[in-house]
């Protein structure tokens, strides 16, 4: 078998814009990947077409995941992000192949299933939020869906300290929050790489109270060093590696145990394979993984076949619910998830596939999210209610 043909996408999802890759071979088998990278999706199109496209992907047997990547990471020679998210997006193409022509879903390939459903912990719920009873009512709308866990970044536009004004309304908001919902629901806390080691630290300390989940990236995701500082000096589990591309990095992280949580992205990190190999580093170090999901529902269906096949992974992000509500149709209206879990079916492949016409309903949009210290995200996070077409 050999791969005829590489194809990618673009399609808005209100905030967001994905980028599909879809392969075809020369027996009549096709595999779709997602190479979403947040605000780069242009960027990673063009690597892929320029420097994948031919000399890597066409004419290349789907089943050598090994070779074909290995030759991809080593060739493209600089890294980072843009380079890793385009082969992701090929290799978990090419894994959608080999599933499909075994006549098996994705999981049985990858060890088999673990995990007969799994819980998934909302994000994107409180586009819009400002005062606590606003974060409070939102969050109880996300527990009535059947959600036991939710994450949410509630520092607004903070960069590296916080005031102490900015930490009490910190902290009202998850007063409100714990008022609204109770004890027992999961609480993570995002920082998107917001701060220094002495503000996390405080930070992590005050809040040690509410009993959160975890804290994710409290630092820039580079600092391994530092960030086994701030975990060695608070009680609260860390979260962190959605951000990191390679696996010397995650080896680095995980050796440290500089996080208790690892949070690969699949479409970023190098694909599913590479995922596998990072989960098991963690498995040595009895370290859990929850791979980090806000794109869109192909790299989802990746994320939940690694996860249905993984025994240390017990939690997967979920943006479907609060998300563009034309995101699914993007794939012919699939949704996994039902009342705050994750079940998977047993269709060949992903067990998915993309739906064009919609796609060409939901052109892309230039310059669709503003930055995270830009106070209008607050605004406008993912509380879309119509194509901005």
Known sequence: MKITKLESFLANAGMRNFLFVRLRTDCGITGIGEASLEWQEQTVRTFLHEFLEEHYVIGANPFDVEATVGRMIRDQYQGGATAMTAISGVEIAMWDIIAKDCGKPLYQLLG?????????????????????????ERAKNVVNKGYTALKLDPFGVAWKELSRAGLERVMRILDAIRMAVGDEIGLMIEGHGRFNVETAVEIARALAPYHLAWFEEPISPDQVDLLSEIKSKTSIRIAAGERLYTLPEFYRLISKRAADIVQMDIAHCGGVLMSKKIASIAMAQELTVSPHCSIGPVALAAALHFDFSTPNCNIQEAFGEFDAPWRDALVQGWNPIRQGAFHLSDRPGLGLELDESEILRHPYVKNSFPSLWDDRWHESFTSVSADPQ
């Open 112 to 136: 088999g299933r673990c995990h007969e459903s799994l819980p998934a912990y909302a994000n994107g719920w409180y586009g819009g939020a400002r005062s606590p009873e606003d974060y409070a």
